[in-house]
């Protein structure tokens, strides 16, 4: 699946309207943003999440970099730790090996010490642009 497939599939859902833009496409419905850009050689999706106490932090993000045309990419999760927990709870169980592994790299951080607005980042490379268009309605549930 192409990265504007998933962006589409993923706005769609959610009743978030796209909008065609020289380098892609990009939509906003609070609590989400949802944008693919192409610029170069390089294609990026990317959907970030509103913290609902805070609308100048987001509480979650996910970027995803592919060559256009390619079927695996580079993954990169951020959340904040406060909210490291209720992300784990919706990876838990994952049936695929995505979700398995993103579970098991966000668990590292439990316990850590550090503040709830502390930003967590994990990055995953070689991952299958069709199980990113599946873990997305696993981490962002309707």
């Given at each position: 699946?192409?990265?504007?497939?998933?962006?589409k599939?993923?706005?769609q859902q959610?009743?978030i309207?796209?909008?065609?833009?020289?380098?892609g496409?990009?939509?906003?419905q609070d609590?989400?943003i949802?944008a693919?850009?192409?610029?170069?050689?390089?294609?990026?999706?990317?959907?970030?999440k509103?913290?609902?106490?805070?609308?100048n932090?987001?509480?979650?993000?996910?970027y995803?970099l592919?060559?256009?045309?390619?079927?695996?990419?580079?993954?990169t999760?951020?959340?904040?730790?406060?909210?490291?927990k209720?992300y784990?709870a919706?990876?838990?169980?994952a049936?695929?090996?995505?979700?398995?592994?993103?579970?098991r790299?966000?668990?590292?951080?439990l316990?850590?010490?550090k503040?709830?607005?502390t930003?967590?980042?994990?990055?995953?490379i070689g991952?299958?642009?069709?199980?990113?268009?599946?873990?997305?309605?696993?981490?962002?549930?309707?």
């Amino acid at each position: 699946m192409k990265l504007e497939e998933i962006a589409k599939q993923f706005a769609q859902q959610r009743g978030i309207d796209l909008h065609q833009y020289k380098a892609g496409v990009l939509g906003y419905q609070d609590p989400f943003i949802v944008a693919r850009s192409l610029r170069g050689r390089k294609e990026k999706l990317f959907v970030k999440k509103q913290f609902p106490a805070s609308p100048n932090i987001f509480e979650s993000r996910i970027y995803v970099l592919a060559t256009p045309g390619g079927k695996e990419g580079i993954l990169t999760v951020t959340l904040i730790n406060g909210c490291l927990k209720d992300y784990l709870a919706l990876l838990q169980g994952a049936p695929d090996n995505l979700g398995k592994a993103l579970y098991r790299s966000l668990a590292g951080h439990l316990d850590n010490g550090k503040g709830p607005f502390t930003v967590i980042r994990e990055q995953l490379i070689g991952v299958n642009l069709n199980d990113v268009s599946d873990l997305l309605p696993r981490i962002y549930p309707n």
